[in-house]
């Protein structure tokens, strides 16, 4: 592995290649083991061939977004990670509004603004890549982001450039075909109306305010951590068990909101993960619940 290591960072030399780089330092938990390789790609035709020349030399490839909704195990992970956040293009034309993976939601939602085009407006707080949205269909206060793409970009493990329909994208709750199929988003097509500019900011702000509110942002965290179950709502039943503010090592579910686990001071993921066991463990055996995790989680164990 070390010399297939070596051929990549060589091959891409003029680059941002960096070895055993600890991924604590891209995590919005803050937490994460070191990736042997990490790549930062400048484009589309970058991304393809870091991708041919990982499956050449044999490197497993790993791409992640903002990885705001992640945990990384704290034994890291092998093989090459791409970071997409130096392909990070907008563009409008007429109502669809073009993003690149790597921009930021924050910023595409207030490229939407600008332009006078309504429909993305519930995303405007979500701290996540386009790419990574697409990848979970990311939502919040009502909207999802499947309600209003309309084709996505995405290039296949193999290096083929494809484009899906919103339909071919199985969109579902917290789900797209990227989960399965392990295709790399390059871009998303947003179609959207055209709106009055003062009603779009009055709508994202009321969002912005009510994230501010109840949401522990003052904390490093990785956002909502379990899926809602049917018929139920997780922060109720994580409240209503007595667990907020349960902890382990630095990891502590959030006193503000039941739903986030945040990084109370050097947290490791296995204290993350510790404390999404026995929240699961607790909230089944006191309501026959099973909470699955929304979370992504990766990486090697220690």
Same mark, same amino acid.
């Given at each position: 592995?070390?010399?297939?290591?070596?051929?990549?960072?060589?091959?891409?030399?003029?680059?941002?290649?960096?070895?055993?780089?600890?991924?604590?330092?891209?995590?919005?938990?803050?937490?994460?083991?070191?990736?042997?390789?990490?790549?930062?790609?400048?484009?589309?035709?970058?991304?393809?061939?870091?991708?041919?020349?990982?499956?050449?030399?044999?490197?497993?490839?790993?791409?992640?977004?903002?990885?705001?909704?992640?945990?990384?195990?704290?034994?890291?992970?092998?093989?090459?990670?791409?970071?997409?956040?130096?392909?990070?293009?907008?563009?409008?034309?007429?109502?669809?509004?073009?993003?690149?993976?790597?921009?930021?939601?924050?910023?595409?939602?207030?490229?939407?603004?600008?332009?006078?085009?309504?429909?993305?407006?519930?995303? &405007? !707080?979500?701290?996540?890549?386009? #790419?990574? =949205?697409?990848?979970?269909?990311?939502? $919040?206060?009502?909207?999802? %982001?499947?309600?209003?793409?309309?084709?996505?970009?995405?290039?296949?493990?193999?290096?083929?450039?494809?484009?899906?329909?919103?339909?071919?994208?199985?969109?579902?709750?917290?789900?797209?075909?990227?989960?399965?199929?392990?295709?790399?988003?390059?871009?998303?097509?947003?179609?959207?109306?055209?709106?009055?500019?003062?009603?779009?900011?009055?709508?994202?702000?009321?969002?912005?305010?009510?994230?501010?509110?109840?949401?522990?942002?003052?904390?490093?965290?990785?956002?909502?951590?379990?899926?809602?179950?049917?018929?139920?709502?997780?922060?109720?039943?994580?409240?209503?068990?007595?667990?907020?503010?349960?902890?382990?090592?630095?990891?502590?579910?959030?006193?503000?909101? &039941? !739903?986030?686990?945040?990084?109370? #001071?050097? =947290?490791?993921?296995?204290?993350?993960? $510790?404390?999404?066991?026995? %929240?699961?463990?607790?909230?089944?055996?006191?309501?026959?619940?099973?909470?699955?995790?929304?979370?992504?989680?990766?990486?090697?164990?220690?």
């Amino acid at each position: 592995m070390l010399q297939a290591q070596e051929t990549f960072a060589e091959f891409f030399s003029e680059s941002q290649v960096l070895v055993n780089e600890p991924l604590a330092k891209y995590t919005n938990t803050k937490t994460g083991g070191p990736a042997e390789l990490v790549a930062f790609p400048r484009s589309y035709a970058e991304i393809k061939a870091m991708v041919l020349t990982a499956n050449k030399i044999g490197l497993p490839l790993t791409v992640i977004g903002n990885a705001s909704n992640l945990i990384v195990r704290d034994g890291g992970i092998r093989g090459l990670v791409l970071i997409l956040n130096k392909v990070k293009t907008l563009k409008v034309e007429a109502n669809e509004l073009t993003a690149a993976a790597g921009a930021a939601m924050i910023d595409t939602t207030e490229s939407a603004y600008q332009a006078g085009l309504a429909g993305l407006e519930f995303a &405007a !707080g979500i701290p996540g890549s386009v #790419g990574g =949205a697409i990848f979970m269909n990311a939502g $919040a206060y009502g909207g999802e %982001v499947c309600e209003c793409v309309e084709s996505v970009d995405v290039l296949t493990r193999t290096g083929e450039f494809k484009t899906y329909s919103n339909e071919a994208m199985d969109f579902g709750y917290r789900h797209s075909r990227i989960q399965q199929s392990g295709e790399i988003v390059l871009a998303a097509r947003f179609k959207l109306e055209p709106g009055s500019k003062k009603v779009i900011r009055a709508k994202m702000d009321e969002f912005n305010f009510l994230r501010a509110s109840k949401q522990p942002l003052e904390y490093p965290s990785c956002g909502s951590v379990f899926k809602r179950p049917v018929g139920h709502y997780t922060g109720k039943l994580i409240h209503d068990a007595g667990l907020q503010g349960y902890q382990v090592g630095g990891a502590q579910i959030s006193l503000k909101h &039941a !739903g986030f686990i945040v990084n109370r #001071g050097n =947290a490791t993921a296995s204290d993350y993960l $510790a404390v999404i066991k026995h %929240v699961q463990a607790v909230i089944k055996r006191l309501f026959d619940v099973e909470l699955e995790t929304e979370v992504r989680i990766i990486g090697e164990k220690k």
